[in-house]
């Protein structure tokens, strides 16, 4: 059963029946996450870099962003088992429009946040495809782990 | 390739925009005219009017007692944001199906106008620019020729992807390339024949390239700024993902900040359940 993963959400599962999946990922990142010996899974859509924007919006809605959202995956994983040695990590996402620089290149700022966050925390990234002007789509099954990224106008590509 | 008039001839097999909204844009544009004059030409249309109904009492719009008349509607949404829900609900119809050549499911090419159209509209009263209404229904109209183009496009798919992938063109500029013209130009071409403002078919030929509109250039960045956003948050986005141009020196002109910037995008997510149904009601 295919458990949708909404711009500015997560969902974190331990049964064998789901399959994480988020669509659309523009300058967004999609982060998977999973343990396979606990066999827990879990997926992230964050939006934006940084929670300072708005402390309180990000109380409401922490996935928004990558400082609020990341540590809540890891920790939601490990509410059902996971242990973080064990953990494989996917990355896709941070596309950017054509001639974009600066602030305005926030697919950019995101890829910058995810890999400061994750190396503070020494979790090393598996597998990223990031950056470019595609549209993607990542879904993970919690069954085994498997991950399927999907590359606008191309076929799946399963991970 | 493809003659090109065959293609500009298929601009007639879109719906007709119904004379209401001709009628309703003529009252907009009118300094004289009077919500008594909008309550009217309304009234006398009754999808226009159940649909109006519908959109101004879904969750969207918040309200505690559900509108039961068109003039109870504009009283308390006001003139300007009872125009937008009833050009909404007639543009619909031409943007709701499936667009294989841009990798758009049924719904997709909908969900990003009307998403455009309201970050435009958010956009432009935070800019504190007079005609909102001209911004929001070229927003939600600016793809219009994708309707078109589509299955020209679907055709000729590895040809412009394989120029886009190239590197050095934008997924417009390959569709031009490839076929002769561009879902821009064509969507403009539209609205000319539906008779639209001059303006408005400034603002759709030129979305992509904010700087060459003659017209109404400032309008043209700010639903060139709305539509980079939609792509930026993959609302409804397409095989075309993000491939288009960015014209970060007409954009920087407008004074946003980054934080104006991230705050529309933010407000925008928070709401994005109630935009779901209204996007499910059209």
Same mark, same amino acid.
């Given at each position: ?18 399959? %994480?999946?988020t ?5 967004? !990142?999609?982060?998977a ?5 606990a ?6 859509? =964050? ?14 809605r922490? =996935?928004? =962003?990558a ?7 890891f ?14 990590? !996917? ?6 429009? %054509?001639?974009?620089?600066?602030f305005f ?23 990223a ?28 590509? !399963?991970? | ?5 065959t293609?500009?001839?298929?601009i ?5 925009i119904?004379?209401?909204?001709n ?18 030409? *309304?009234? #006398? ?5 159940a649909?109006l109904?519908?959109? &101004? ?6 309200r505690?007692?559900a +509108? ?5 509607? *504009?009283?308390? @949404? ?11 609900s ?14 758009l ?15 435009? /509209?958010?956009?432009?009263?935070? @800019?504190?620019m ?6 929001f ?6 793809? *219009? ?10 055709a ?5 992807? &394989? ?7 934008? +997924?417009q ?12 130009? @064509?969507?403009?071409?539209a ?5 639209f ?7 759709? /030929?030129h #979305?992509?390239?904010? &700087?060459? &509109?003659?017209?109404?250039?400032q ?5 060139h700024?709305?539509d ?17 141009? +960015?014209d ?14 991230q705050?529309?995008?933010?407000? +925008?997510?928070?709401? *994005? ?7 499910? @009601?059209?």
């Amino acid at each position: 059963m295919n458990i949708v993963v909404g711009v500015a959400d997560m969902k974190v599962s331990n049964d064998p029946e789901k399959v %994480l999946v988020t669509y659309s990922l523009g300058s967004c !990142i999609g982060i998977a996450i999973y343990d396979s010996v606990a066999r827990v899974g879990g997926l992230l859509h =964050f939006m934006l870099p940084d929670s300072e924007l708005d402390q309180s919006k990000a109380r409401r809605r922490p =996935f928004m =962003f990558a400082d609020t959202g990341i540590p809540r995956l890891f920790k939601t994983a490990y509410e059902l088992g996971a242990k973080k040695n064990r953990m494989r990590v !996917i990355v896709a996402g941070g596309a950017q429009v %054509l001639d974009q620089h600066g602030f305005f290149n926030i697919g950019q700022r995101n890829q910058a946040a995810l890999r400061n966050i994750l190396q503070r925390n020494n979790v090393m990234i598996d597998y990223a495809h990031v950056g470019g002007s595609a549209n993607r789509t990542l879904r993970l099954a919690v069954r085994d782990g498997r991950a399927g990224l999907k590359v606008s106008g191309q076929g799946e590509q !399963i991970l | 390739m493809t003659d090109l008039r065959t293609i500009i001839k298929d601009i007639a097999k879109l719906k007709p925009i119904p004379q209401v909204v001709n009628k309703i844009l003529a009252i907009q544009q009118d300094p004289d005219s009077s919500m008594e004059d909008l309550a009217r030409v *309304i009234s #006398h249309d009754a999808i226009t009017t159940a649909n109006l109904l519908r959109a &101004a009492n879904s969750a969207y719009y918040a309200r505690p007692k559900a +509108f039961e008349s068109v003039q109870q509607a *504009i009283v308390y @949404l006001g003139m300007d944001e009872v125009v937008d829900i009833v050009l909404m609900s007639s543009s619909a119809k031409n943007l709701k199906h499936p667009q294989k050549g841009y990798g758009l499911k049924a719904g997709d090419l909908w969900r990003n106008s009307l998403a455009s159209a309201l970050i435009s /509209r958010e956009l432009s009263q935070k @800019l504190n620019m007079a005609n909102s209404h001209l911004i929001f229904t070229s927003a939600l109209l600016k793809d *219009i020729g994708k309707a078109v183009l589509g299955q020209y496009v679907w055709a000729s798919t590895k040809d412009i992807c &394989a120029l886009v992938e190239g590197g050095d063109r934008s +997924f417009q500029e390959a569709e031009k390339n490839i076929l002769g013209i561009d879902h821009a130009e @064509l969507g403009a071409m539209a609205a000319e024949a539906w008779q639209f403002s001059p303006e408005m078919v400034d603002i759709i /030929r030129h #979305h992509h390239q904010p &700087a060459n &509109a003659a017209l109404a250039r400032q309008e043209t960045v700010v639903v060139h700024l709305s539509d980079t956003i939609c792509m930026m948050m993959g609302i409804g986005g397409g095989s075309d993902g993000l491939a288009y141009r +960015f014209d970060q020196t007409m954009i920087e002109k407008l004074g946003l900040s980054d934080e104006d910037l991230q705050v529309v995008m933010v407000d +925008f997510a928070e709401k *994005i359940d109630e935009i779901e149904q209204l996007i499910a @009601l059209n």
